[in-house]
């Protein structure tokens, strides 16, 4: 049996969310009380941040990104999911840095954000998540564990394609 290959240090960060503002936090499986969006690593480092987040959205919420969904399908449109174009770099918490090569102990993480139907079936991938929730936006900001998370979905508004959404 082959060794695991380290992590690659680049990942993405995912903000599901509905036209209301509503986001889909999940609650790690091997960290019970830590809620979080959608994240994940590159699995090569020539793997684009987009195709990333669209395999990640896929593992973790059973959500697939395509470019026609069908009405009643756990799909959402490649349309709805933006490049927000923010990049975090973060120091990675000590208890997941044995995930790493000797002597990384710093992520690049790419903000997306995605918007999907409201109702949409979310399917966890049990072994990374145990629950999820709906909540609103700002609700779910203060839920996240991580700083960044947190930021990002308080910058959700800013990101929508119609600020006129929000009235």
């Known amino acids: ?64 990104v395509v470019e026609s969904p069908r009405t009643g399908q756990p799909e959402a449109a490649l349309a709805g999911l933006r490049d927000w174009g923010l990049r975090n770099v973060y120091e990675i918490y000590p208890v997941w840095r044995h995930r790493y090569a000797p002597g990384v102990t710093q992520n690049t993480e ?16 049990p072994r990374e998540h145990l629950c999820h929730a709906w909540l609103p936006w700002r609700e779910a900001a203060d839920r996240c564990f991580s700083p960044s998370n947190a930021e990002a979905i308080l910058q959700l508004p800013r990101f929508l394609p119609d600020p006129s959404a929000l009235s």
């Open 1 to 64: 049996m082959s060794a695991r290959p380290y992590k690659i240090p680049e990942s993405v960060l995912v903000v599901i969310h509905t036209r209301d503002l509503q986001v889909l936090l999940l609650e790690r499986a091997d960290q019970p009380g830590f809620w979080q969006s959608v994240t994940g690593s590159k699995d090569s480092a020539e793997e684009p941040a987009l195709s990333t987040a669209v395999r990640e959205v896929g593992e973790e919420t059973g959500i697939r």
């Open 110 to 125: 790419h903000v997306f954000g995605l918007e999907v139907p409201a109702g949409i079936p979310v399917t966890l991938a």
